[in-house]
């Protein structure tokens, strides 16, 4: 079985049908087929653009507004990804997006350590093998782009250093970034250095290579997808000679219409760059993809090598917002396969 990591897995975009069966009976809501909640919960091949795939987030973010709930998420979604071959996760979600029945940011991502902890106490008191390794997993908190929530941005801030090395190991920027430039989030970042939290960026998605530099200006230690950085050979360089990692997402890309089709996927280009590109999936539900599929389409389509598979998963390894064992024990496992 491949070792499979995934450093860019929105948890709102990740419900897994099973858990959404759950909590809708213990909501009160009326049952649905999965056929029923697909519209709502997933895209159509023929997602028409990014406006569409964000529409997909507003009925699971309705589940999310108790901390119970959310803690059953994370630990759900854990368990699906330990079963695909995941031998480490790092699953993000913004706080400020579930506080609507009274929860505060802090309540939020207390409940969502505590689905991590449940998860971690039952793996270890099973027996891990060779085979089935354990999961390891951290939790990044996003900011969102917007307006006139700059305070529950800078509380997102304060939260992620409350409890970085309890669960949380980072801090993100999310949302609509071509309307809400990356520029305009300095102080987010300026409190995220103060006090001392190692942050990504979503940027060079839906804005190009200038969101990049922006976030590197910041001191941004990755950089959600990146891809558009190929528009700018300057960039792409310093990318490689600063081995700034991507956190590409293949499937979630095609659906929000940045490339045609998977044979366009310039995942091979950044690697012949040097560039220390990494595959994940963004958002499972959403994109109906896992992991393993996203490496499964790219051999399918540009015929990915199982050499080019090993090196983006070292990639992986080596970008985890973790400490230099985790990158060891993961190093260790890759080079098994």
């Given at each position: 079985m491949k070792r499979l990591i995934d450093l860019h897995v929105h948890l709102d975009g990740s419900l897994p049908y099973e858990t959404v069966h759950k909590l809708m009976k213990k909501e009160g809501l009326p049952a649905k087929t999965d056929t029923e909640l697909y519209p709502l919960l997933s895209v159509p091949e023929d997602c028409r653009d990014l406006n569409e795939y964000l529409e997909k987030f507003d009925f699971p973010l309705q589940l999310m507004q108790s901390a119970g709930n959310i803690e059953q998420i994370v630990y759900d979604l854990l368990t699906v990804q330990r079963a695909e071959g995941l031998v480490y996760t790092?699953?993000?979600?913004?706080?400020?997006?579930?506080?609507?029945?009274?929860?505060?940011?802090?309540?939020?991502?207390?409940?969502?350590?505590?689905?991590?902890?449940?998860?971690?106490?039952?793996q270890y008191s099973c027996t891990c093998t060779e085979t089935t390794p354990e999961l390891h997993a951290g939790l990044i908190l996003c900011a969102m782009r917007g307006a006139g929530n700059e305070e529950a941005n800078l509380e997102t801030v304060r939260v992620a250093a409350k409890y970085l090395g309890k669960g949380v190991v980072a801090l993100d920027l999310a949302g609509a970034e071509a309307l809400f430039p990356t520029r305009d989030f300095e102080d987010v970042f300026s409190l995220a250095r103060e006090l001392e939290v190692?942050?990504?960026?979503?940027?060079?998605?839906?804005?190009?290579?200038?969101?990049?530099?922006?976030?590197?200006?910041?001191?941004a230690r990755r950089i959600g997808h990146g891809v558009r950085a190929l528009e700018d050979a300057a960039l792409v360089k310093e990318l490689a000679e600063k081995q700034i990692p991507l956190e590409c997402c293949p499937t979630s890309n095609l659906n929000t219409k940045m490339f045609p089709d998977m044979a366009h996927y310039p995942i091979r280009a950044l690697l012949e760059a040097g560039v220390k590109a990494t595959v994940n999936t963004d958002n499972m539900t959403v994109s109906d993809?896992?992991?393993?599929?996203?490496?499964?389409?790219?051999?399918?389509?540009?015929?990915?090598?199982?050499?080019?598979?090993?090196?983006?998963?070292?990639?992986?390894?080596?970008?985890?917002?973790?400490?230099?064992?985790?990158?060891?024990?993961?190093?260790?496992?890759?080079?098994?396969?």
């Open positions: 790092e699953i993000r979600f913004a706080p400020q997006l579930h506080c609507q029945q009274g929860l505060t940011q802090a309540a939020v991502v207390e409940a969502a350590v505590a689905g991590l902890r449940r998860f971690e106490k039952e190692p942050f990504t960026i979503h940027a060079g998605e839906a804005a190009g290579p200038d969101s990049i530099r922006t976030a590197l200006a910041f001191g993809t896992t992991e393993s599929k996203e490496f499964v389409k790219l051999e399918q389509a540009i015929g990915l090598t199982a050499a080019e598979e090993k090196q983006l998963l070292l990639n992986a390894a080596d970008a985890i917002f973790g400490g230099e064992d985790e990158k060891a024990r993961l190093r260790k496992l890759i080079a098994e396969m």
